[in-house]
């Protein structure tokens, strides 16, 4: 298939080798032309991915192909809307989405942006444990591809499986994007806890009560309840608490280290999608009247400067009563 | 509240502290001359818990106390049986499990042990996310109390919560001692997948499928569904799989490593349950007519010296489908 791909992060670059390393004729947008020149001699990008090479069945161009059969949307949620209005596709093309974010005001997550400004109806969402480093080095993972499509996300599937990369298949477009974005802010909150030196167990009960939180509110949004204990829910959790990778957990490492969200966004190369997202998933659990007390204690944390050791407290010292009282 | 513990292994040294800490009067039963005046005069076990100290609240006697209001068995699985024929309580007492295996043969879970042995009715199961390392630290945990009866689960949560131990009540017995039995089993194949290099992406993808099989096979024995989604099941899946405090994770790694089980038995101090309860997964998930890869996969590696690299890659690599197809 001829894939066009949009945004030369960490996570694009990965997926252009990978779809590129299935067979597929595969085009990755850059612009600026030192970068595109740098990116077309040396293949690499050192500062996000280094060592990972871009095969050369990718080409790099700062035009994008408007039929492509696929384009694969690898940018921030901060910058989707833009991007989407920049770029056409045909109608036939499958627009896919990897952003793991909601958008801040909107609330919209990204395919609804994306069947907003496009009118296409041909979008899927592809989403799990998929931590670029070790995708582009071939280690093995799994993620979801959802949509409401069953043809296009098969294909979708068919274009992104590979010898080390499997794709499973979903309906549930709604549950796989949104446990995708919600679990940054637990991340946060994980990496609190292990910055503050807090534990192996104060850290399980936290994911664990985190994914409660996110499935709550995920299905009062609308998701399928069993999408949350699947791939792209607990097994991107899982992914994104216990990783050295993680953007997001590292985030809380530095907050529990005394750090403003200041200083935090001024020292990283990388986007945390996570400290965006807990604004708007705040927003949301009040919109659909869903307790959120983890997301609440995040928010206070980036936003309000609250106590890293209180805002924990807070969470572990809940009264005696039934797990699911 | 008097209470009675029987085992002094991490767990049950955790437990005595803890409990006395609370305010209870604990007796901790010890077996053998020297060992009960080492731990009587040094308050502590050096190789199994270096530098937890148990408070003057805890009483070491090689005798326990028939009248005990709460006897708390904090022995390995296996050795469950012969515990409950050599030590009897009063018809008040209540009896709790901390033991997180399934006995071989019989096949039953440690509370339908007791049931049988005992003939008591007023029995409650505590497991949960907890590293007998960090409870004796005072570091944040948290645990879910089982049982038929919510007085004795009351009782039993009353005990035990403390400042630091959170501990929530359930009545789904069955659930709460799947859950902490097999758990075990899929913390193995994580060790395996951690120490061949596979990365977190894999790891979590492992985990993911693993609470799956936990919840396929529990629910053919009756529990509950939504108890695997909680503190029992998918917290003590994560603490176990990702803790270096795990044995049953370090028992996977020594695999991975080309250790066979005979040698990786020599070398242990600590009992890692996952070793035995593989075994008896296999068979129940055969009598219920359950699918378990993951634990037909660690039995081979266990029992049949399969290849590490192998076992995973069966894992891995399943057909291109639905994700709960």
Redesign the interface.
């Known amino acids: 298939m001829n894939i066009q791909i949009l945004g030369a992060g960490g996570w694009g670059l990965a997926v252009a080798r990978l779809l590129a390393n299935n067979g597929n004729a595969v085009r990755l947008w850059r612009r600026g032309a030192d970068k595109l020149a740098s990116l077309r001699s040396t293949r690499e990008e050192p500062r996000l991915l280094p060592g990972v090479l871009l095969p050369a069945g990718v080409e790099v161009s700062p035009e994008t192909d408007p039929d492509a059969d696929i384009a694969v949307f690898a940018v921030p949620s901060h910058a989707m809307r833009n991007t989407l209005m920049e770029h056409h596709f045909s109608q036939k093309t499958i627009l896919v989405n990897l952003a793991k974010g909601i958008e801040n005001d909107s609330l919209k997550r990204m395919s609804q942006l994306m069947r907003e400004l496009t009118g296409s109806a041909r979008i899927v969402a592809i989403s799990?444990?998929?931590?670029a480093e070790?995708?582009g080095r071939d280690?093995?993972?799994?993620a979801?591809a959802a949509g409401p499509w069953e043809e296009d996300r098969d294909a979708v599937?068919?274009a992104f499986?590979g010898r080390?990369f499997?794709?499973?298949?979903?309906p549930d477009l709604t549950g796989v994007e949104l446990g995708g974005a919600l679990k940054n802010i637990i991340a946060i909150a994980a990496g609190v806890s292990d910055g503050l030196?807090?534990?192996?167990?104060?850290?399980?009960?936290l994911?664990?009560r985190g994914?409660?939180e996110i499935?709550r509110l995920g299905v009062a949004m609308g998701a399928d309840p069993?999408t949350f204990?699947?791939?792209s829910g607990?097994?991107?959790l899982?992914?994104t608490c216990?990783?050295r990778?993680s953007r997001n957990r590292a985030v809380g490492e530095q907050i529990a280290a005394g750090k403003s969200l200041a200083q935090i966004l001024a020292d990283s190369v990388k986007v945390a999608e996570g400290i965006r997202t807990t604004r708007a998933a705040l927003e949301l659990g009040r919109r659909f009247n869903v307790d959120t007390p983890i997301t609440e204690q995040v928010c206070h944390l980036l936003y309000d400067g609250s106590s890293p050791r209180e805002a924990?407290a807070t969470l572990?010292?809940?009264d005696?009563?039934?797990?699911?009282?």
Request: glycine share 10%; aromatic share 2%; hydrophobic share 40%.
């Open positions: 799990g444990p998929n931590h070790e995708v280690l093995p993972a799994t979801v599937q068919t499986t080390t499997r794709v499973y298949t979903s030196g807090l534990g192996d167990n104060a850290k399980a009960a994911m664990t994914l409660a499935s069993l204990a699947g791939l607990m097994g991107d899982i992914a216990c990783s990778h924990i572990m010292a809940r005696a009563k039934p797990e699911r009282g």
